[in-house]
């Protein structure tokens, strides 16, 4: 009964990360602090126990730094506060690489990667983001590769350069099956090409359940509403 609760509560945590950092609103989170599973285990001593805590606690403790940096994103960005999200995200993510963990590191390379975009600093974004596709390249954890490709071309200031990342990013998100990173695709891409690029923002705004609340699904609709008044 104990391992099914334990494993309950890490489906729970995973799908709370995953959620938020997609772009989901969680208004709460009930993860409360106790060990969970860990494939490392170090004898009878108890240590193991304590490991397994400290790799959860440092997940949480990551991913309540990402949500708030996320949130820290808005129209009057605080560039002060900016700064220490990017100094707190980026000693998480290197007590998180040194302690050999890859839970969830490549969605939380790409907060910082915003974050650094946001700040001015896109040539430290590209390098988190590049850091960040070679981790999945080489663990085959590329769930949110097309987000990192997304991301990355907003760090090129040649438009050639962003155009294929664009691209690339939009076909693995279709391939995929990840509508909502194809549609911010999409829409970026509107944004660097205008007109052109209406017809793919209308093919993944059409594949996004229409009943949804989502920003992205909004910024495409006006944007199709404003083409269709031009045309």
Not at 27 to 38: A, G, L
Not at 92 to 111: E, K, M
Request: with cysteine.
């Amino acid at each position: 009964m104990l391992a099914v609760g334990r494993d309950r509560l890490a489906r729970r945590g995973l799908f709370a990360t995953l959620a938020a950092l997609a772009g989901y609103h969680v208004t709460r989170v009930d993860v409360r602090p106790r060990p969970i599973s860990c494939t490392r285990h170090a004898g009878p001593s108890g240590t193991g126990r304590a490991a397994r805590f400290d790799v959860w606690r440092l997940v949480g403790a990551t991913w309540q730094t990402a949500i708030r940096g996320q949130a820290a994103l808005g129209a009057d960005v605080d560039q002060s506060a900016l700064e220490g999200h990017i100094a707190t995200m980026t000693t998480l993510l290197g007590c998180f690489r040194a302690s050999g963990g890859n839970l969830f590191c490549t969605a939380y390379d790409a907060v910082l990667g915003r974050l650094l975009i946001a700040a001015g600093r896109p040539a430290a974004a590209r390098e988190c983001l590049d850091t960040a596709l070679a981790l999945a390249q080489d663990t085959g954890m590329c769930y949110y590769d097309a987000e990192l490709l997304r991301l990355r071309a907003r760090t090129h200031h040649e438009p050639a350069a962003r155009q294929a990342d664009i691209n690339a990013a939009l076909e693995l998100a279709g391939r995929q099956g990840a509508t909502l990173f194809e549609l911010r695709a999409a829409l970026d891409d509107f944004e660097l090409r205008g007109e052109p690029a209406s017809c793919v923002v209308a093919d993944a705004a059409k594949r996004m359940p229409a009943n949804n609340a989502w920003p992205e699904l909004a910024r495409a609709q006006a944007a199709l509403s404003e083409r269709s008044q031009c045309i």
